[in-house]
């Protein structure tokens, strides 16, 4: 990784994994990275990676764009992820394959002048889009937030949030 321009990075790796005495575990992994910053709030992450695993051909890279503003009165963040079915970091883990995530967050903070004893209001949006390689819909969540920051620095926070996980496989719940 080496640091570029004021606040700004780009990076690479490579990994491999040797071929262990039974002939399983051979695997390399690939990928260069990004962060950008522009301006005094506003950054810019992402990724691009590969793996090469035998028997796994194609649907073989991740990426990720990420945007973040975040402003005192104004925040804003937008990422999508994309992880391929055969995405296989054998030196590394990856939490979900063979999906694509969209997800997003606004949030207004005003300071007001005028209410002794509070520092800060914060109104906050969040949706969150789950799809899987045939463009099912794995899960989707949303979520509303109303929070108060005291001068006092003690806070209070009120969360909404509804969400939809797909099961795509039967299961059994466990007694108890």
Known sequence: RRNILRKSAVGMIFT????????????????????????????FNTYWARTSTPGRPGEDTSHRLHMD????????????????????PDVGFVRRRDMSRQWANARFSPRPAHIKGV????????????????????????RARFGTEFDNSDSLEIDYEKGYEAFSDAFRIARG
């Open 119 to 142: 520092r800060k209001f914060s109104y906050e949006a969040m949706f969150s889009y789950i799809t899987n390689g045939d463009g099912m819909v794995e899960g989707r969540s949303s």
């Open 16 to 43: 491999h994994r040797s071929q262990m005495a039974n002939g399983a575990g051979a695997n390399d992994a690939i990928g260069v990275d990004g962060r950008w910053a522009f301006y005094q709030n506003l950054t």
């Open 69 to 88: 503003y975040n402003g005192d009165r104004y925040g804003l963040q937008l990422n999508h992820l994309n992880v391929g079915e055969n995405f296989v």
